[in-house]
């Protein structure tokens, strides 16, 4: 079961220039009567380095099919993630299982301060200077999760003014 971070956005899947890149490929077997059945996970970041990305998980018994699945689950799961050029707009300390998450903004020409689950979803959105720290698991999904959750709860300034004038709006109705 692929859980959903976000609510889902009006974006059109085929306009953007999604790339693809495999996190972590896994090897699982089921234990059943006759000796264990062997199966692959595949662990998929996709985005367009313009601020989407989305991550999937496919299962299925040979690595390319699992890693497809992957892909078309990490398209659905698509996230808008708010930039400041080219870094976030603020920090911000994430948790998704045991795995937790610190993001960091940094000045231009720093690079991706970052390693594992974290740098491929960092790539992916498209950000180009920022420091990073996993804290807990390493589990590279729960990793993966909270990297996403942390990049779906950042919000500019601009974002927040907007959201302030919208619920006057409403209020004031």
């Known amino acids: 079961m692929v859980t959903r971070l976000k609510a889902k956005l009006d974006i059109d899947i ?3 220039q999604l790339t693809e890149k495999v996190v972590d490929i896994r090897r ?9 059945h062997l199966s692959f996970t595949a662990l998929v ?4 380095d313009e601020g989407y990305v989305g991550a999937g998980l496919g299962k299925a018994d040979a690595v390319p099919d699992a890693v497809r ?16 050029g080219s870094t976030i707009p603020h920090e911000i300390r994430s948790r998704y299982g045991a795995a937790e998450v610190l993001l960091k903004p940094a000045s231009n020409g720093t690079g991706i301060i970052a390693g594992g689950g974290v740098r491929a979803v960092i ?15 390493n589990n590279p999904i729960n990793v993966v999760k909270a990297t996403l959750k942390a990049l779906s709860s950042l919000r500019t300034y601009e974002d927040t003014m907007a959201l ?10």
Do not use: F, P, W, Y
């Not at 699982?28 to 264990?36: Q, S, Y």
């Not at 970041?45 to 367009?48: D, K, L, R, T």
């Not at 699945?69 to 400041?84: D, P, W």
């Open 123 to 137: 790539e992916q959105a498209g950000i180009k200077d920022i420091l990073s720290k996993s804290l807990g698991s």
């Open 69 to 84: 699945k992957g892909t078309t689950v990490a398209r659905k799961n698509l996230i808008k993630v708010s930039l400041k």
């Open 164 to 173: 302030r004038e919208k619920v006057k709006e409403i209020s004031s109705s």
């Open 45 to 48: 970041v996709v985005g367009n």
């Open 14 to 16: 085929e306009a953007l």
């Open 28 to 36: 699982v077997a089921k234990v059943i009567k006759g000796g264990r």
